[in-house]
């Protein structure tokens, strides 16, 4: 029973990931207007980061104010 319980605790804790972070500027802005993205109509709620655009789903201009 003790060398089960070693196991699974050794197995546990070889499971266990260091957090990560990220130190990255992304831009918020309208995907159309400021950031050339076509594929919809509007003012869109669109992220850049890495020189490329996308849009952000589920989320939009009256979100956050």
Not at 4 to 17: D, E, K, N, P, V
Not at 37 to 46: E, N, Q, R, V, Y
Request: include cysteine; glycine fraction near 10%; aromatic fraction near 10%.
């Amino acid at each position: 029973m003790k060398k089960t319980i070693i196991l699974g605790l050794l197995i546990l804790a070889s499971c266990a990931r260091e957090k990560t972070t990220f130190n990255e500027v992304a831009e918020l802005s309208c995907g159309q207007c400021k950031f050339g993205l076509k594929s919809k109509s509007g003012c869109d709620l669109a992220v850049r980061f890495d020189d490329k655009a996308y849009f952000v789903e589920g989320c939009d201009w009256n979100y956050r104010g």
